[in-house]
């Protein structure tokens, strides 16, 4: 089966709760040249992997609500709104695009919310 917004929704559900199912998902689903390219650095295959588990043992991004903008089967794009370090609140815009149903690519665009924004 291939990638979805519903797997991606089990991932930022459980990405605290149970990162083992989403460390699976996103094993499970990633292509061969997955490459995760982020505004000042990009990773590929296995470095990627260790970029999302080091955000999350050091805790310094914590995820509050997130929204679907677009899903076909190329891409899907979401945004999230979340705590960077406890203080900052941050949007984080998201894009995979997919081939042979899984994640080829991922951008990642992270910027400081405006007081009060909201998805």
């Known amino acids: 089966m291939a990638m979805n917004w519903q797997k991606v929704r089990q991932v930022l559900d459980n990405?605290?709760?149970?990162?083992?199912?989403?460390?699976k998902i996103g094993n499970e689903n990633a292509h061969e040249d997955y490459m995760l390219i982020k505004e000042t650095s990009?990773?590929?295959?296995e470095e990627a992997k260790d970029v999302f588990d080091?955000?999350?043992?050091?805790?310094?991004?914590?995820?509050?609500?997130?929204?679907?903008?677009?899903?076909d089967t190329d891409m899907i794009i979401w945004k999230q709104i979340g705590t960077y370090d406890g203080k900052k609140q941050i949007i984080r815009s998201v894009c995979m695009f997919l081939k042979d149903g899984k994640i080829w690519r991922e951008v990642d665009k992270i910027r400081e919310a405006d007081k009060g924004e909201t998805l």
């Open 15 to 23: 990405m605290y709760t149970n990162k083992q199912l989403a460390g």
């Open 42 to 45: 990009m990773a590929v295959g």
């Open 54 to 71: 080091k955000e999350l043992e050091e805790e310094k991004y914590k995820l509050g609500k997130y929204k679907l903008i677009h899903e």
